[in-house]
């Protein structure tokens, strides 16, 4: 009896301490499926520009911009070439064509004030109204031009100054990210970029671009002694010819004169000649 008591409690013990080990064992969480990260999209690289970009160059945006003067202030070293496209009214026909144009676009060659304080001096005030217009015009391409895409032009280059390659040729040459531009005057290098965006281009330039006719070679005048003297032959000749002309009518009128007083005499003489016949 004992042993079926005994046997009996037994197994309730075990039943008991199964049951308890069960409830008691964590419930294994589900695995989380593993994710696997998005395979990049391949980019196409950007071209390379040729030219840097200024440390204090304004943000460039996709708006064209008012006032191209707002631009070259904020770049702090174009007081001199604000001041020539303010005197010689380019600035405001400039930005009515670019808030005008549809496409196309502007691109404007800057130079800084050290590079115009390196003309000669005077040079700018020696120069009148229309030929500082033109060496304005000279600095403006009519069309944007990428700071990537200057080994795409064709030389010479055309400018809203014109293009004649006899007076006004500007021709550009890019190597890695080097540009300059010479003019057959002076050869200037691209420093770095003012301003871009998808319609106007502001590059800054080294030097100012002289145009060749600036420079053109004329016939000089002659001088005022040099000019009597080339007219003086020409009255000395026809003074020479009047005086040849005189003595020979004076020559003619002596001739004339001698034989008339032949004509005289020879007629005196046959008078006589008759009288004497008759008297004797």
């Not at 550009?172 to 300059?180: L, M």
């Amino acid at each position: 009896m004992k042993q079926v008591t005994f046997f009996f409690f037994f197994s309730l013990f075990l039943l008991f301490s199964s049951t308890l080990s069960i409830s008691q064992a964590p419930e294994s969480s589900p695995k989380s499926p593993k994710k696997t990260p998005p395979t990049p999209k391949a980019t196409a690289p950007s071209p390379k520009s040729l030219v840097p970009t200024l440390p204090e160059s304004p943000d460039s945006t996709d708006s064209v911009p008012d006032d191209i003067t707002t631009i070259l202030k904020k770049a702090k070293t174009f007081s001199v070439l604000i001041r020539l496209l303010k005197t010689t009214e380019i600035m405001s026909s400039v930005n009515s064509q670019l808030i005008t144009a549809k496409n196309g676009g502007l691109t404007i060659l800057a130079p800084d004030d050290s590079a115009f304080s390196s003309l000669k001096a005077g040079f700018l005030n020696s120069l009148d109204e229309n030929k500082k217009i033109e060496l304005l015009q000279f600095h403006i391409l009519p069309q944007y031009v990428a700071s990537s895409n200057f080994d795409s032009l064709s030389n010479p280059v055309q400018t809203i100054a014109g293009k004649d390659p006899t007076r006004l040729p500007l021709n550009v040459y890019a190597s890695g990210n080097n540009v300059s531009l010479s003019t057959g005057v002076v050869t200037a290098s691209v420093v770095g970029v003012v301003y871009t965006d998808n319609k106007l281009a502001i590059y800054h330039l080294d030097k100012v671009l002289l145009p060749r006719d600036f420079f053109a070679t004329k016939a000089p005048a002659l001088a005022p002694t040099l000019a009597a003297a080339a007219k003086a032959p020409k009255a000395a000749n026809k003074e020479n010819s009047s005086a040849d002309d005189q003595d020979q009518n004076d020559q003619d009128q002596g001739k004339s004169g001698a034989v008339r007083l032949c004509g005289i005499l020879g007629t005196t003489l046959m008078s006589f000649v008759a009288v004497a016949m008759i008297w004797s």
